[in-house]
């Protein structure tokens, strides 16, 4: 069962980011042994699987996801998107070492209606010392409809010492 951090001290220590690798740390919060962030409640959308390489979330973009014209809002794409495809390339990173977000691109093909179930799929693309490049698909959970598809680039560093 996945669980999300609702104040800030329920958020991953620095201690459980660190104490483990990032596969590590991506299967621990999709098992719900690690809160999951704020922001996936949020946003209606969570981790369900974790791979060396590979992330997939699930989300339903609701009313609260909607532009002005009522359509899911292209802010929901990319952040499903550069959620799957940046905990892809976390589970890359070697344990005492984080990463960031360096850029991400998100092409959308087609509208999503409110209250569809998506799947979004981060692939890791290349995993070096210092950069990690994964790719990512968002689809309908039931016909495999593709809604949209990005790329990003994630910056891995060594955490320093406090």
Known sequence: MNTTASTIDELASPDDLLGRSGLAFMRDMVAGRLPGPP???TLGFRPVLAEDGR??????????????MRGVHGGWYGAILDSCMACAAMTKVPQGSVY????????????IAPGTRVIATGIVD??????AVAHGAL???????LYATGTTTCLIMTAQSP
């Open 55 to 68: 992330v997939v979330f699930e989300g339903t973009p609701e009313f609260n996801a909607l532009n002005p």
């Open 126 to 131: 290349h995993a070096g010392r210092t950069t």
């Open 100 to 111: 960031t977000t360096l850029e991400y691109k998100v092409n959308i093909t087609r509208a």
């Open 39 to 41: 922001i996936g409640a």
């Open 139 to 145: 689809r309908c959970a039931v016909t495999g409809t």
